[in-house]
């Protein structure tokens, strides 16, 4: 039985481990990956709302004429 013959152990698994390092090797390289992100200046335009152009007071209970 040749599974039970150590002695082609040690190449068979030598050349297994590098096999499969150089076929995930190959398949990593095969992805383009972004680049990283520069922060950019944001300008931010200041919107008005309607609420904004009225006058408004906001009363304190306490301040309000008593009854």
Partial sequence: MPQLDTS???????????????????????????????????TTLKQRNPWEKKWTKIYSPLSLPQQ
């Fill in 8 to 42: 082609t152990w040690s190449i068979t698994i030598m050349s297994m481990i590098m096999t499969l390092f150089i076929v995930f090797q190959l398949k990593i390289s095969k992805y383009l990956y972004p680049s990283n992100p520069e922060p950019k200046s944001m």
